[in-house]
């Protein structure tokens, strides 16, 4: 849908900057191709900004009354000129100096990224040097501005708005905050831990050392999603028990003990909240069939055979007042208010009509602030011993690890994986279009067949992880990024060789 509305918008004579390794679709609309190496965001954002203070394009009202540590921040840019970058990125100096002009001269510029900016060993410090740009410009605070980070699944906003993070209660109330946690702890009735739990790769790596003994995931498929997932596979198989909760039996399922039914969207009421903090009801179009319940349901029955005495007569109606009750940004949502439109949070009374957008008179920490961000290499690079770098990603007839679309008519479209290699890399390898290969990292190796294309770089391959053929996260590095801990997912170092069939 975002892409959608970004052609759209084009075609009523907007315009475009696309930075991305790969030709996409989007490239075709772009007025400007950023072709970048994998693991060089920083460089090449702190060379656009290097060029709109130079050139005098900043927002000076903006910064000057809103922001603070702009200062420091711009000695860190000033040492990232055209040429330098340009070095770094393999983006020519000239085009940066064009992207950077039509960037800051825009009266409304939006920034929309997905995980090819996060999942990195910099992730952190990519996403901060993006709001650089944004604050430098002027564009947050106002309708059709902004920084839009892109959710990979259609609930992931609103999973992380009710506490799905563990450091995290529901309407983002830290964990390890005094006054949270009495909160909670008063409102739910029972003690709670003072300290912030595990991350999923840290719980991977506790499983595998024996200090976890039980996961219990849910509509999760990490032996084919995760990085290293010859090390995930034994981590799941050294847990005492492990509980997965799916509507297909994926690969991660089949190693569980028990398997608990769950049900699709269409079979659920609720709510769905979106990228643009935008919370949906979600009715019942598909009646149940067997003895499958909701996710709620199954989740209450779990608790209640714990010894808890959880009671929602009236459903997720009910469950949606408790959460109004308990997150400030959620206390105006209630269905009868959803019941026509959705509402974006926050919401905090039942007369509030929704925030659009955030920042437009302050920034929820008062002033916006400045990071001073340096290029960061990723955590493994091509060397000798494997020369080629790889980037992973998702194809369009495919979703996520084909759980769900593999099951259906797109699986005809791209019934199996075709790893990018560009012409010229293909002919020093002898590879030929529909060959098959061996690619090994130093995690592990998969076989694919090739498609030999433009649409990648020399030097590159690109792979998706839709296919349980070519697990392709058995190659990915689980290096994480030391803030957030995410996973540098987007690059290692890989070789090819051709093999047979």
Same mark, same amino acid.
């Given at each position: 849908? $975002?892409?959608?509305?970004?052609?759209?918008?084009?075609?009523?004579?907007?315009?475009?900057?696309?930075?991305? #390794?790969?030709?996409?679709?989007?490239?075709?609309?772009?007025?400007?191709?950023?072709?970048?190496?994998?693991?060089?965001?920083?460089?090449?954002?702190?060379?656009?900004?290097?060029?709109?203070?130079?050139?005098?394009?900043?927002?000076?009202?903006?910064?000057?009354?809103?922001?603070?540590?702009?200062?420091?921040? &711009?000695?860190?840019?000033?040492?990232?000129?055209?040429?330098?970058?340009?070095?770094?990125?393999?983006?020519?100096?000239?085009?940066?100096?064009?992207?950077?002009?039509?960037?800051? !001269?825009?009266?409304?510029?939006?920034?929309?990224?997905?995980?090819?900016?996060?999942?990195?060993?910099?992730?952190?410090?990519?996403?901060?040097?993006?709001?650089?740009?944004?604050?430098?410009?002027?564009?947050?605070?106002?309708?059709?501005?902004?920084?839009?980070?892109?959710?990979?699944?259609?609930?992931? !906003?609103?999973?992380?708005?009710?506490?799905?993070?563990?450091?995290?209660?529901?309407?983002?109330?830290?964990?390890?905050?005094?006054? &949270?946690?009495?909160?909670?702890?008063? /409102?739910?009735?029972?003690?709670?831990?003072?300290?912030?739990?595990?991350?999923?790769?840290?719980?991977?790596?506790?499983?595998?050392?024996?200090?976890?003994?039980?996961?219990?995931?849910?509509?999760?498929?990490?032996?084919?999603?995760? #990085?290293?997932?010859?090390?995930?596979?034994?981590?799941?198989?050294?847990?005492?028990?492990?509980?997965?909760?799916?509507?297909?039996?994926?690969?991660?399922?089949?190693?569980?003990?028990?398997?608990?039914?769950?049900?699709? /969207?269409? +079979?659920?009421?609720? $709510?769905?909240?979106?990228?643009?903090?935008? @919370?949906?009801?979600?009715?019942?179009? @598909?009646?149940?069939?067997?003895?499958?319940?909701?996710?709620?349901?199954?989740?209450?029955?779990?608790?209640?055979?714990?010894?808890?005495?959880?009671?929602?007569?009236?459903?997720?109606?009910?469950?949606? +007042?408790?959460?109004?009750?308990?997150?400030? &940004?959620?206390?105006? @949502?209630?269905?009868?208010?959803?019941?026509?439109?959705?509402?974006?949070?926050?919401?905090?009374?039942?007369?509030?009509?929704?925030?659009?957008?955030?920042?437009?008179?302050? /920034?929820?920490?008062?002033?916006?602030?400045?990071?001073?961000?340096?290029?960061? #290499?990723?955590?493994?690079?091509?060397?000798?011993?494997?020369?080629?770098?790889?980037?992973?990603?998702?194809?369009?007839?495919?979703?996520?690890?084909?759980?769900?679309?593999?099951?259906?008519?797109?699986?005809?479209?791209?019934?199996?994986?075709?790893?990018?290699?560009?012409?010229?890399?293909?002919?020093?390898?002898?590879?030929?279009?529909?060959?098959?290969? !061996?690619?090994?990292?130093?995690?592990?190796?998969?076989?694919?067949?090739?498609?030999?294309?433009?649409?990648?770089?020399?030097?590159?391959?690109?792979?998706? /992880?839709?296919?349980?053929? $070519?697990?392709?996260?058995?190659?990915?590095?689980?290096?994480?990024?030391?803030?957030?801990?995410?996973? +540098?997912?987007?690059?290692?170092?890989?070789?090819?060789?051709?093999?047979?069939?």
């Amino acid at each position: 849908m $975002t892409g959608y509305r970004i052609k759209q918008a084009v075609r009523n004579g907007r315009k475009l900057i696309v930075a991305d #390794p790969r030709k996409i679709e989007l490239t075709n609309y772009a007025d400007i191709w950023l072709r970048h190496r994998p693991g060089t965001d920083i460089a090449l954002i702190n060379g656009l900004a290097h060029v709109i203070l130079r050139d005098n394009l900043w927002d000076v009202e903006f910064v000057c009354e809103r922001c603070e540590g702009f200062a420091e921040w &711009s000695e860190v840019v000033e040492g990232y000129h055209p040429k330098r970058v340009e070095e770094i990125t393999g983006v020519k100096a000239e085009l940066i100096e064009e992207a950077a002009h039509l960037f800051s !001269q825009a009266e409304r510029a939006s920034i929309v990224y997905a995980m090819g900016i996060t999942q990195h060993t910099s992730g952190t410090q990519n996403v901060l040097s993006l709001a650089n740009l944004a604050i430098l410009t002027g564009n947050v605070g106002k309708e059709g501005a902004g920084v839009y980070p892109l959710r990979g699944q259609n609930n992931v !906003q609103g999973a992380c708005d009710m506490g799905c993070l563990p450091n995290y209660y529901p309407g983002y109330q830290l964990v390890d905050a005094l006054e &949270s946690r009495h909160k909670f702890t008063q /409102f739910w009735g029972t003690d709670l831990p003072d300290k912030p739990g595990l991350t999923l790769p840290e719980m991977m790596d506790a499983a595998y050392s024996g200090e976890i003994k039980a996961l219990y995931i849910m509509g999760e498929n990490p032996v084919l999603a995760d #990085p290293d997932a010859n090390h995930v596979v034994k981590a799941l198989k050294n847990l005492d028990f492990l509980v997965v909760q799916d509507i297909f039996l994926t690969e991660t399922a089949e190693l569980a003990e028990v398997v608990l039914p769950a049900v699709s /969207f269409a +079979e659920k009421v609720g $709510t769905f909240t979106n990228t643009e903090r935008r @919370i949906q009801r979600v009715r019942k179009a @598909i009646t149940l069939r067997g003895n499958t319940q909701s996710d709620w349901e199954t989740l209450v029955a779990l608790a209640n055979k714990m010894g808890h005495n959880w009671v929602y007569p009236r459903g997720p109606e009910e469950i949606m +007042e408790e959460i109004a009750r308990c997150t400030p &940004s959620y206390g105006g @949502i209630n269905y009868d208010r959803l019941e026509t439109r959705g509402l974006q949070w926050p919401c905090p009374t039942s007369d509030h009509p929704g925030t659009p957008y955030l920042h437009r008179d302050t /920034f929820s920490r008062g002033k916006g602030k400045f990071h001073g961000v340096h290029h960061i #290499p990723a955590a493994e690079e091509p060397d000798e011993d494997y020369p080629l770098l790889l980037t992973t990603g998702r194809n369009l007839y495919q979703f996520h690890t084909g759980s769900m679309s593999r099951r259906s008519k797109l699986e005809r479209m791209r019934p199996e994986e075709l790893m990018m290699m560009h012409p010229d890399t293909a002919k020093d390898y002898r590879i030929k279009d529909g060959d098959y290969v !061996q690619v090994e990292s130093r995690r592990g190796e998969v076989k694919t067949k090739t498609q030999v294309t433009d649409h990648i770089p020399p030097g590159m391959v690109f792979l998706t /992880f839709h296919y349980k053929e $070519t697990p392709t996260n058995r190659l990915t590095n689980s290096a994480r990024d030391p803030v957030c801990n995410i996973p +540098e997912l987007k690059v290692c170092a890989v070789k090819v060789k051709k093999v047979m069939n």
